[in-house]
C-alpha cells in the first residue's frame, strides 16, 4: 500500500513538473525561412593598424572600452575625443585583461586621427528561423556572430533585422559552409535584435 501512495506521489509529481513546464513553453513557434539583413552594434573592435598609427601595444582584435578615462561606443565617439589633443590613454580589453595604452594622435588632411581602422558593429544577411506570435519574439541565423579574425562572439548592444534581397547563393560543401550575397535595405528595419548568443 505504501509502495502504491509512493507511486501515485512521483506520478502526480512528473505530472505536475510537465504541467508547469508547458505552461512555460509558447503554444507555437512560428517556422520562418526568411532571408533579412542583420545589423548588430557591438564592441569598439580594432581591425586595422596602420603604419603611422602610435600606439604602443595595440593589437588586431582589441575591444576599445574608454578613451581618457571617458567611455565610447562608436568610432565616432573615438573622434571625438581626439580634438587637439597631444596625447590620449586608451583602455583596451584582450582576453579578459584590461590594458591601459598612451597614443599620440597624427595630423592628417581630414584632421586628427589614430591611424587605426575600428569596427563599431557588423552587418550580414542571415536567416529568421521562427518566431513566437504572441510575443513578437524571433530568432534568426542559428549561431552567433563572431569577429572575422579572432573567431570570438561579438557582445552587442543592439542592433536590428532589415528587409534584403538575395542576388546569389554559394552552395555549401563539405568542410564549407554555404554562403548567402545580397543587396540589404537599412531603410525597412523590421526588427530589434536584443542579444547574440551561442
Do not use: W
Request: charged share 25%; glycine share 14%; with cysteine.
Amino acid at each position: 500500500m505504501k509502495r502504491a501512495v509512493e507511486r501515485i506521489g512521483i506520478a502526480f509529481a512528473v505530472i505536475v513538473i510537465f504541467c508547469v513546464r508547458a505552461l512555460a513553453m509558447p503554444e507555437t513557434l512560428v517556422p520562418v525561412g526568411r532571408t533579412v539583413g542583420i545589423h548588430l552594434r557591438g564592441e569598439l573592435t580594432v581591425a586595422a593598424i596602420g603604419d603611422d598609427a602610435e600606439i604602443r601595444g595595440l593589437k588586431i582584435g582589441d575591444r576599445i572600452t574608454a578613451v581618457n578615462g571617458s567611455p565610447v561606443y562608436s568610432a565616432e565617439e573615438v573622434r571625438m575625443s581626439l580634438d587637439n589633443a597631444k596625447a590620449i590613454n586608451i583602455t583596451v580589453e584582450r582576453e579578459g585583461k584590461t590594458l591601459e595604452l598612451s597614443a599620440r594622435p597624427v595630423q592628417r588632411e581630414e584632421g586628427l586621427r589614430l591611424g587605426i581602422r575600428v569596427r563599431d558593429g557588423i552587418s550580414g544577411l542571415g536567416t529568421v528561423t521562427f518566431y513566437d506570435p504572441q510575443t513578437g519574439r524571433f530568432g534568426a541565423l542559428g549561431h552567433g556572430v563572431s569577429e572575422p579574425k579572432t573567431g570570438r562572439r561579438i557582445e552587442t548592444v543592439g542592433g536590428s533585422i532589415s528587409s534584403c534581397r538575395v542576388t546569389d547563393v554559394a552552395q555549401g560543401r563539405s568542410g564549407a559552409p554555404g554562403e548567402l550575397h545580397g543587396a540589404v535595405s537599412e531603410r525597412t528595419e523590421i526588427g530589434a535584435i536584443e542579444k547574440n548568443t551561442a
